[in-house]
């Protein structure tokens, strides 16, 4: 048997694992966003003060300035004295929170740490049924998991915490747990376009996340005010559904008001000749069929403004003159 001498290009090349095998497309996209929306999502931690261990809660948070500013969600630091961010290199640092607002279960953080990576946000406005979804956050306790999906709905409606309607609430299959609430929500191109903020318990697959553009209007209002403001009607009351033959006779809009139970002393709509048992037609030319109607009327664009209210009283229509005020602070 005849032997050759091996030349070197009959040598084996070594194999790049690096590189690794190709990736398609949809893992390449989701790569891309993880990359770059990744390093500005951090774990949240509520405490009280005078406890090392005394933290009983913990969610997520996207950094939004690299000078410290964090969006999260308002249930994760209800109540907390103290509260801890984990960043993504694992450092963890203290944060203040600048402010609130339960109506759309956001809340604004400050780190104690500057020249951080922060995400670019997105257009929520933009967004498709169909797109992708990224979902990254700690799920219970376990640091910048990823989950992947797919809008699933655009323009829900979610009860807030404070009874308020959260509008345009956008709704997608990417899996969420415990732990998630705060986190990014981005798109493949790695913006932020969500503050992820519920599940729906026993279902799978159905998670909600409160548009960025909602977060865009508060922040600077969290900045500067540490709250939200709205505008205030100084009444409680509750949906009353009407007789199509009420509708007919008075050739109403809607087959349903709002019915005062309560007015509140001195308040706007007792200043507007508001009584018990009125029911509410329409505010400001808006049809109000809710009480959430009215709430989409009362926006902080409507304070300190004068505006007609439509009135069913003793069986007949009546028009009122309210002046908006700004919901009193609680």
């Known amino acids: 048997m005849l032997f050759r001498r091996r030349r070197p290009e009959d040598r084996v090349k ?25 390093p500005s999502v951090i774990g949240v931690r509520r405490g009280k003060r005078g406890r090392a261990d005394a933290f009983d809660g913990a969610g997520s948070g996207v950094i939004v300035t690299s000078d410290g500013y964090a969006l999260t969600n308002n249930h994760v630091v209800r109540g907390a004295d103290r509260i801890e961010a984990s960043l993504h290199d694992g450092e963890v640092v203290q944060a203040d929170i600048v ?33 992708l979804a990224i979902a990254i956050g700690n799920p219970l306790g376990l640091q910048a998991t990823v989950t992947a999906g797919v809008v699933s709905a ?117 200043r507007a000749g508001l009584h018990a048992g009125d029911v509410i037609l329409a505010v400001a030319g808006e049809t109000t069929p809710s009480v959430d109607a009215i709430h989409r009327v009362l926006s902080r664009e409507s304070i300190g403004q004068r505006v007609e209210m439509e009135v069913l009283r003793d069986g007949q229509k009546t028009k009122l003159g309210l002046l908006v005020q700004e919901r009193p602070a609680t």
Request: glycine share 14%.
């Open 14 to 38: 070594p194999v790049d694992h690096a590189e690794g095998p190709p990736r398609d497309a949809f893992s390449q996209a989701v790569i891309h966003a993880v990359d770059r929306a990744g």
């Open 99 to 131: 402010g609130t607002d339960p109506d759309t279960d956001l809340a604004l953080l400050r780190l104690h740490a500057s020249k951080l990576a922060h995400a670019d946000l997105g257009d929520s406005d933009t967004l498709r049924v169909g797109e």
């Open 154 to 270: 655009l323009r829900r409606t979610l009860r807030g915490e404070s009874g308020r309607l959260i509008e345009d609430v956008i709704q997608t299959d990417a899996a969420l747990n415990p732990g998630n609430s705060g986190g990014a929500l981005c798109s493949a191109r790695g913006r932020i376009v969500g503050v992820n903020t519920a599940i729906i318990g026993g279902a799978q697959g159905i998670c909600f996340a409160v548009p960025i553009n909602t977060a865009k209007r508060i922040i600077p209002e969290l900045m500067r005010n540490g709250r939200v403001a709205r505008g205030w009607l100084g009444v409680a009351g509750q949906t009353q559904g009407l007789s199509k033959a009420l509708v007919r006779r008075l050739h109403l809009k809607a087959e349903a008001g709002v019915l005062v139970v309560q007015v509140v002393v001195d308040g706007p709509g007792e």
